[in-house]
T-cell receptor, first 109, second 113 residues
Framework: ELKVEQNPLFLSMQEGKNYTIYCNYS?????LYWYRQDPGKSLESLFV?????AVKQEGRLMASLDTKARLSTLHITAAVHDLSATYFC?????????FGAGTTVTVRA | ETGVTQSPTHLIKTRGQQVTLRCSSQ?????VSWYQQALGQGPQFIFQ???????GRGNFPPRFSGLQFPNYSSELNVNALELDDSALYLC????????????FGSGTRLTVV
């Protein structure tokens, strides 16, 4: 059974500082996704990582994938309040997603 | 290009009742997956439909069933509702190819009382 572990589960960020969310998974995967979810809302796709060494960046967010270590990271640069949300990684194997428990991010002034 | 539409947005049912949730897939997508997200947890895979056939199922009992129609829209049916079925139900449509990805609908919030 594919297991996906995220840490930390809760992250209180100070505006302007940098932080990293980690996503470990237990078996080989086809693709890895990062999603954002605002309270009571659906999932917004942030990144899809297809291969080892893949790095993608959008604004203050950067995601990377190390398939040998079975690890993906989501790096947040200079946190701002708008980034407050829950972030999920999801591993795609055989076109079925297994999600981590999510990291709830709160950005404070 | 239309997105994924789910209906209804909210629903309250009594334990033991049956419910049907609906999902219309994004244009050009032929696969629909359903996920259950309990409060404070990550989504859990229920099942997937491809070309009107079930194409994989997660750890959910048979009282969770589904359909996919020729236009690739889909239904999720849950019989004999239990209190633990209260959750956000998300539908995701997807296609094939290099740009493979999932488009999620806005979800149906089901409350079982």
């Amino acid at each position: 059974e594919l297991k996906v572990e995220q840490n930390p589960l809760f992250l209180s960020m100070q505006e302007g500082k940098n932080y990293t969310i980690y996503c470990n998974y237990s078996t080989t995967s086809d693709r890895l996704y990062w999603y954002r979810q605002d309270p009571g809302k659906s999932l917004e796709s942030l990144f899809v990582l297809l291969s080892n060494g893949a790095v993608k960046q959008e604004g203050r967010l950067m995601a990377s994938l190390d398939t040998k270590a079975r690890l993906s990271t989501l790096h947040i640069t200079a946190a701002v309040h708008d980034l407050s949300a829950t972030y999920f990684c999801a591993v795609d194997r055989d076109y079925k997603l297994s999600f981590g428990a999510g990291t709830t991010v709160t950005v404070r002034a | 290009e239309t997105g994924v539409t789910q209906s209804p947005t909210h629903l309250i049912k009594t334990r033991g009742q049956q419910v049907t949730l609906r999902c219309s897939s994004q244009s050009g997508h032929n696969t629909v997956s359903w996920y259950q997200q309990a409060l404070g947890q990550g989504p859990q895979f229920i099942f997937q439909y491809y070309r009107e056939e079930e194409n994989g199922r997660g750890n959910f009992p048979p009282r969770f069933s589904g359909l996919q129609f020729p236009n690739y829209s889909s239904e999720l049916n849950v019989n004999a509702l239990e209190l633990d079925d209260s959750a956000l139900y998300l539908c995701a449509s997807s296609g094939v190819g290099e740009s493979y990805g999932y488009t999620f609908g806005s979800g149906t919030r089901l409350t079982v009382v």
